[in-house]
């Protein structure tokens, strides 16, 4: 299975040109990935600190076939992330209830899961936030990044890329998608 990928330079967030995209066409899976957010949105209506450099994508995909709960997705998008982040540090990554990644005792990435009804359908959305060049300073909440992490430069376009290949792969029989 393929999934079609939509680029933009800068949107409100990532989940929100998700939604759009999918009343709006006839895709049933999909990728969205900015280069800039200015209202990402994070879990219990947050705000999710967009730096620049950073990753931040929606996966999209029809629900109707899954028999998995809402929590079992969140457990399996959150193994995916975390299989994702350990192809970079051999640090312990810990997975935070309900959708965070930490490294150190700092977040390093978030996720935010929506489920829509569409054209008759259900749809998951997936938000990930992955802090690869700068972290925000937020009170009583520490965060860091992979550049922090590894001490090494990396390119956002290849832990994209490895994103969206874990996700694909995972993706059809996971949630039982066509």
Known sequence: MKIKKFKFNRVK????????IIRKTNYNIGMVVAETQVKGRGQYGRKWI????????????ELNKSN??????????CHLVKKLLSKYT???IIFKKPNDLIIDKKKISGILQEVI???????LITGIGINIK???????YPATNLHEVTKKSMSKSNVENKLKQLF???LSKLYKTK
Not at 52 to 59: D, E, P, T
Not at 68 to 77: F, G, P, V
Not at 134 to 140: A, S, V, W
């Open 13 to 20: 967030s990532t989940n929100n040109t998700a939604i759009r």
């Open 50 to 61: 967009s730096s620049k450099g950073n990753l931040f994508v929606s996966f999209f995909n």
């Open 68 to 77: 998995l709960s809402i929590q079992d997705i969140t457990k399996i998008n």
């Open 90 to 92: 051999r640090k312990k």
């Open 117 to 123: 009804f569409a054209k008759g359908k259900k749809f």
């Open 134 to 140: 700068k972290n925000p300073n937020i009170k009583n």
């Open 168 to 170: 694909q792969t995972n």
